[in-house]
């Protein structure tokens, strides 16, 4: 009974691919995350979408793109993979926009080859 | 934007002894702080919070104080357990919420000695 779940665990394709991450809560949550976790733990933003709103984190290119079909879904699509886009993947979510606990899912190991 | 830093990247000690894990924040607008813990081949999970009308919280063995004045937070571990072993991660959140509205230190691995 897992509160996020992300689909699937892991991750392996070749360069150039087109891939998706699939994330659902089941919390009545607000508000859903996508972090990517690179090799040295360091987490950080790519997405936060409150069913109204998406902020994308300016740095995250544009070969990646959240698709909200409902409040309980955040997936994510990544075009033309690289590389360096090999890290963990994280979705979250939290019960409002502002200030409240993130609650990630187990995360989707990503390995371009 | 906000800059959260957190020391040290590393922390061993020895089993039963206390630890330690600071960070600073940059933007005084900042009024929520949380931690995570993230376990081997896990996901982060949050062990304690505290927000900016409080100066300190405590559960159990885990503590958390706050100097807004000062701007640094800091994660105490009383008693340190093998089960304490882990990465800790401090992010401090400003009231817009959002993606801008929190932002992650680097993380310290805790290393707990038997």
């Known amino acids: 009974d897992t509160a996020v779940s992300q689909t699937p665990k892991y991750l392996v394709t070749q360069m150039g691919n087109d891939k998706s991450i699939k994330c659902e809560q089941n919390l009545g949550h607000d508000t859903m995350y996508w972090y990517k976790q690179d090799s040295k733990k360091f987490l950080k933003i790519m997405f936060s979408y409150n069913n109204k709103e998406l902020i994308i984190n300016e740095t995250v290119p544009n070969r990646f793109s959240p698709k909200s079909p409902d409040k309980a879904h955040l997936n994510l699509h990544i075009n033309s993979l690289e590389l360096g886009d090999s890290a963990v993947y994280f979705c979250?979510?939290?019960?409002?926009?502002?200030?409240?606990?993130?609650?990630f899912g187990n995360g989707t190991r990503l390995t371009v080859t | 934007g906000e800059n959260v830093e957190q020391h040290p990247s590393t922390l061993s000690v020895q089993e039963g002894d206390s630890a330690v894990i600071k960070c600073t924040y940059s933007?005084?607008?900042?009024?929520?702080f949380p931690w995570y813990k993230q376990e081997l081949g896990k996901r982060p999970q949050l062990i304690i919070d505290i927000r900016s009308n409080v100066g300190e919280k405590k559960d159990q063995r885990i503590a958390v104080t706050l100097n807004k004045t000062a701007k640094h937070f800091s994660l105490h571990i009383t008693e340190t357990q093998p089960e304490d072993s882990a990465v800790y991660f401090c992010?401090?959140?400003?009231?817009?919420?959002?993606?801008?509205?929190?932002?992650f230190g680097k993380g310290t691995h805790l290393i707990i000695q038997p």
């Open positions: 992010a401090a959140s400003n009231p817009g919420g959002g993606a801008d509205g929190l932002t």
């Open positions: 979250a979510s939290s019960q409002t926009w502002e200030n409240s606990a993130l609650h």
């Open positions: 933007d005084s607008a900042s009024n929520y």
